[in-house]
Nanobody, 115 residues
């Protein structure tokens, strides 16, 4: 059974930084595509960043140049470094894994950016 546990959320001032962490278990982590999604109140869940097993990344236009996704296959961890945070980045952030079309979600961690 896949388990994804996010941590690192909280309240941060605009312009600040935050690092989210996702600990994965019960899966073939090293060959899974990992990602971070977010959902703001009243909005649909959207992809923030994704990283393949080979380390290839892609980002939403709204976070390019500010956010960095990375992974540590030895520790089964994926990270999202968020810099220059804006109030519009406020959302629940979810870790996501995809292995051959089978997807799993974490429970989410709230990030609130105050202006």
């Amino acid at each position: 059974q896949v388990q994804l546990v996010e941590s690192g959320g909280g309240l941060v001032q605009a312009g600040g930084s935050r690092r989210l962490t996702c600990a994965a278990s019960g899966m073939f982590f090293s060959i899974s595509v990992m990602g971070w999604y977010r959902q703001a109140p009243g909005k649909q869940r959207e992809l923030v960043a994704q990283i393949t097993r080979d380390g290839d990344t892609n980002y939403a236009d709204s976070v390019k140049g500010r956010f960095t996704i990375s992974r540590d296959n030895a520790k089964n961890m994926v990270y999202l470094q968020m810099n220059s945070l804006k109030p519009e980045d406020t959302a629940v952030y979810y870790c996501y894994s995809n292995l051959l079309g089978s997807g799993s979600w974490g429970q989410g961690t709230q990030v609130t950016v105050s202006s």
